[in-house]
């Protein structure tokens, strides 16, 4: 394998990699509040169909990505009001929402758009473009450093730089921040946070906030950045993979950010490289379709090691009289 397939191969990861990024940090703030929430695939599924619609008809790619954070906040604040307010099981919570996103994007799209389930395919203006960071073209001669800023580090959009600046930011928020020791304490111990006088109910729903809208970015990239328009149940699986990478990241940002580049980098390997001839015998394309998800589960059942969630993650909490 040459540099430039390497590169190429790394340059794959980085766009794949970038919404299981963007869901896996919606998770950690969501769950390090004390919200567990398997909801995150059907967020990102109704964000991808309402950015994709929503460009469709306007041509404006801004306005379709307003419209997947609306609609993935709106799920968010569905989640908040039966988990927080009405203290109901989360996790049924979560998985109504992943059902109801699933039914209601086709059905809309196909009542839309008459495509079966689809949306028209984006151009111009309404998808994401390629960004050229300076120099990139006059650098991209020189050997490694060069070709590495042209080809990895330079063209990606807008909402790649901006997955990859959250993970700083979440560091930061998270453990430089009172509103952040606010909410990792509301994730550990609820109740000394309301004798404080912190509301836990408003960090909650906060945390569920940033959740959504985190999901309604990732959402809004798959289907005017990463492809160019809605197609049926297009997050495949990446809500749930976001979540297994969560859990191997042990609820840090760094290491969400490793955690995510790993699953990316395994996608990418199976993307690139089908129908792998091992000395007469093919490798089934649908093996290395699979390869990703069965890998998944190999790490987070060897490798992971004890992660130890949030102490009252799942746990509703009621304010003592």
């Given at each position: 394998m040459?540099?430039?397939?390497?590169?190429?191969?790394?340059?794959?990861?980085?766009?794949?990699?970038?919404?299981?990024l963007l869901?896996?940090?919606?998770?950690?703030?969501?769950?390090?509040?004390?919200?567990?929430?398997?909801?995150?695939e059907?967020k990102?599924l109704?964000?991808?169909?309402?950015?994709g619609?929503?460009?469709?008809v306007?041509?404006?790619v801004?306005?379709?990505?307003?419209a997947?954070i609306?609609?993935?906040?709106?799920?968010?604040?569905?989640?908040?009001?039966?988990s927080?307010?009405?203290r109901?099981?989360?996790?049924?919570?979560?998985?109504?929402?992943?059902?109801?996103?699933?039914?209601?994007t086709?059905?809309?799209?196909?009542?839309w758009f008459?495509q079966?389930?689809?949306?028209?395919s984006l151009?111009?203006?309404?998808?994401?473009?390629?960004?050229?960071?300076?120099?990139?073209?006059?650098?991209?001669?020189?050997?490694?450093?060069?070709?590495?800023?042209y080809?990895?580090?330079?063209g990606?959009?807008?909402?790649?730089?901006?997955?990859f600046?959250m993970v700083?930011?979440t560091w930061?928020?998270?453990?430089?921040?009172?509103?952040?020791?606010?909410l990792?304490?509301?994730?550990?111990?609820?109740?000394?946070?309301?004798?404080?006088?912190?509301?836990?109910i408003?960090i909650?729903?906060?945390?569920?906030?940033i959740?959504?809208?985190?999901?309604?970015?990732?959402?809004?990239?798959?289907?005017?950045a990463?492809?160019?328009?809605f197609?049926?149940?297009?997050t495949?699986?990446?809500?749930?993979?976001?979540?297994a990478?969560?859990?191997f990241?042990?609820?840090?940002p760094?290491?969400a950010?490793?955690?995510?580049l790993?699953?990316?980098?395994?996608?990418a390997?199976?993307?690139?490289?089908?129908?792998?001839?091992?000395?007469?015998?093919?490798?089934p394309?649908?093996f290395?379709?699979?390869?990703p998800y069965?890998?998944?589960?190999?790490?987070?059942?060897?490798?992971?090691?004890?992660?130890?969630?949030?102490?009252?993650?799942?746990e509703?909490?009621?304010?003592?009289?």
């Amino acid at each position: 394998m040459d540099f430039a397939t390497v590169l190429q191969v790394f340059d794959s990861t980085v766009r794949l990699a970038t919404p299981l990024l963007l869901a896996c940090l919606a998770g950690l703030y969501s769950e390090r509040a004390g919200i567990f929430d398997i909801g995150l695939e059907g967020k990102m599924l109704a964000a991808a169909f309402f950015s994709g619609a929503v460009a469709a008809v306007t041509g404006s790619v801004w306005l379709g990505l307003l419209a997947g954070i609306a609609a993935s906040m709106a799920l968010s604040g569905i989640h908040g009001l039966a988990s927080i307010t009405f203290r109901g099981n989360q996790l049924i919570s979560g998985v109504a929402i992943n059902f109801l996103a699933a039914g209601l994007t086709v059905v809309i799209a196909q009542d839309w758009f008459q495509q079966g389930g689809r949306t028209p395919s984006l151009v111009g203006g309404a998808r994401f473009s390629p960004i050229e960071l300076p120099f990139a073209e006059a650098v991209k001669d020189v050997p490694i450093i060069g070709q590495t800023y042209y080809q990895l580090i330079s063209g990606h959009t807008a909402l790649v730089y901006i997955a990859f600046a959250m993970v700083p930011l979440t560091w930061w928020l998270l453990f430089r921040t009172r509103f952040g020791l606010r909410l990792r304490a509301v994730g550990e111990n609820p109740a000394a946070v309301d004798t404080a006088g912190v509301s836990v109910i408003g960090i909650r729903y906060a945390a569920v906030a940033i959740c959504g809208l985190l999901c309604g970015i990732a959402g809004a990239y798959l289907a005017t950045a990463l492809q160019a328009g809605f197609v049926k149940d297009m997050t495949a699986g990446r809500g749930y993979i976001a979540l297994a990478a969560l859990i191997f990241a042990k609820w840090r940002p760094w290491y969400a950010l490793s955690s995510t580049l790993l699953f990316g980098f395994l996608q990418a390997i199976a993307l690139r490289y089908q129908n792998i001839d091992l000395g007469g015998f093919v490798v089934p394309v649908q093996f290395m379709d699979a390869l990703p998800y069965i890998l998944t589960v190999v790490i987070l059942a060897g490798f992971v090691g004890k992660a130890i969630p949030p102490r009252a993650g799942g746990e509703p909490y009621a304010k003592e009289r």
